[in-house]
């Protein structure tokens, strides 16, 4: 058993690999950077975070929303500023996981992890249309045809293979199987090595070339603090996902430290910027990658591509690569979430599809924050909607009021408006046992309750806070009865 898990991670890591490859390379040229930055960044961060992070089977590398976050330090202060800001990004991420900040991931709302999802595969589909390019011209007659058949044939095998055997990862059958045919039958078409050419040695250990002073921090922190963020963001969303395909659990705060070493390593080593990639991922996981012998067999087989596979690697079809990257983005796209959305409340359709429109027309990072604040501002709205009282008249002619709910800054007008201190009898009771108080706005809002029955000339009396109530009006130096 242990010899087949150990083939299927291989297996899938190699595939893996020829997916990173193409991928890398076009977010380096992104972010106006040496292709082998990004295939050095790809190796290190992919091998280190494999072998020590947190969640087996999800695969890191140099990332798109890290390359789009830099590209702007590169055009104005270099290469060496860079290189900084990744060391730099790097503790911030070894910082937040130490500080066990991982689990801030459970704040993202289910209808947002749909939008992400969604999201980020119309993004990587979209992303492959770049290849149908060539000189920033639109591919058209004999090389437009070639390019989408070869893109077909992969696609039919890596749909077809899987209902024959399972004993191979359909995508490198693909690859190769494609890759093959293109160079015996001569045709004319793309390749890798039209986009970059990938042989170089080993990265070797070089601090970056700059003045370590407040100046330079002031320039690189800004940028380090946006990459982390988003490096973050993004792989912790990925390892939510890949734990639910898995049905595994991963640790969050652990994925964080790696991933942080693993870029301050990149940076010293002339490396990209990196977090976790969600097609990557995608393609390790179809491909049976499950262990962590998969991610770093995807890391090492990239630095094997540089030192000695070049010549070959670089024959690979662009078309195959395309080919399997839409077959990831049609896995990944949530199709389930189109057919719940006359099934679930209007708001948490409206969230999924902000997060997803959001995610395809700016980034990530802003799509994810907007998600959180439209389904925190529904939730504070169904919530304040729910607060209400019951009351009634006692023998001795005193009135009692039964708050039920919770409250809190956005229930703090309904509270108030259930009751009538102008035409209330001179002695009220307030029980608060089915009432929660969340927040410092509660507790003010008791407090302009008790001043307005003060004024009318009546006593409020309260009943039943909780400990925790209790303690809130201490600090805020309120009295109660």
Not at 2 to 22: E, I, N, Q, Y
Not at 212 to 224: C, G, M, S
Request: with cysteine; glycine share 10%.
């Amino acid at each position: 058993m242990k010899a087949k898990r150990l083939r299927a991670d291989v297996l899938a890591g190699l595939t893996t690999s020829f997916a990173l490859l193409p991928e890398c390379i076009a977010f380096a040229l992104v972010a106006h950077l040496n292709p082998l930055m990004g295939l050095y960044g790809a190796f290190i961060i992919c091998t280190l975070t494999a072998l020590f992070g947190g969640r087996p089977g999800m695969v890191s590398g140099a990332a798109g929303s890290m390359a789009v976050v830099i590209v702007a330090l590169v055009v104005q202060h270099g290469v060496q500023y860079l290189l900084a800001t990744v060391l730099l990004g790097g503790l911030i991420m070894i910082a937040f996981g130490l500080l066990k900040l991982g689990k801030l991931v459970r704040m993202v709302p289910y209808p947002v992890m749909l939008g992400f999802v969604n999201g980020l595969a119309i993004v990587i589909a979209l992303a492959q249309l770049e290849h149908f390019k060539n000189g920033g011209a639109w591919l058209s007659g004999t090389p437009l045809y070639m390019m989408l058949g070869l893109v077909a044939v992969t696609m039919a095998v890596v749909y077809v293979l899987p209902r024959l055997t399972r004993t191979v990862p359909p995508a490198l059958v693909a690859i190769l199987g494609v890759g093959l045919a293109v160079y015996l039958l001569g045709l004319p078409t793309r390749t890798l090595g039209d986009m970059a050419h990938i042989a170089g040695g080993l990265p070797t250990l070089a601090l970056p070339e700059i003045a370590w002073n407040p100046d330079t921090l002031r320039i690189i922190a800004p940028y380090a603090i946006l990459m982390a963020l988003v490096g973050l963001l993004e792989t912790l969303l990925t390892l939510n996902l890949t734990d639910e395909i898995t049905e595994s659990r991963g640790y969050p705060d652990r994925e964080c430290v790696a991933l942080g070493v693993a870029n301050v390593v990149s940076g010293a080593f002339g490396g990209m910027g990196g977090c976790a990639m969600i097609g990557q991922t995608m393609i390790n996981l179809s491909s049976g990658g499950r262990g962590r012998v998969s991610g770093a067999v995807a890391g090492v087989s990239i630095l094997l591509f540089i030192l000695f596979l070049s010549p070959l690697i670089e024959r690979i079809p662009l078309a195959a690569l395309v080919g399997v990257m839409f077959v990831v983005s049609q896995q990944t796209f949530a199709w389930a979430s189109l057919r719940v959305l006359n099934k679930v409340p209007l708001n948490d359709v409206l969230v999924i599809i902000a997060v997803t429109v959001i995610t395809v027309f700016t980034d990530l990072a802003i799509a994810v924050l907007c998600g959180i604040i439209i389904a925190a501002l529904n939730f504070a709205w169904q919530q304040a909607r729910q607060l209400y009282a019951d009351s009634q008249l006692e023998n001795d002619g005193s009135k009692l009021y039964r708050v039920h709910g919770t409250l809190f800054f956005a229930s703090t007008t309904p509270f108030l408006n259930q009751f009538d201190p102008a035409n209330d009898p001179a002695q009220v009771t307030l029980d608060c046992q089915h009432l929660s108080f969340v927040d410092y706005s509660a507790i003010a809002a008791l407090g302009t309750l008790r001043e307005r029955y003060a004024k009318a000339g009546k006593h409020l009396r309260v009943l039943h806070l909780s400990e925790r109530c209790k303690k809130l009006l201490k600090r805020a130096r309120m009295q109660h009865d």
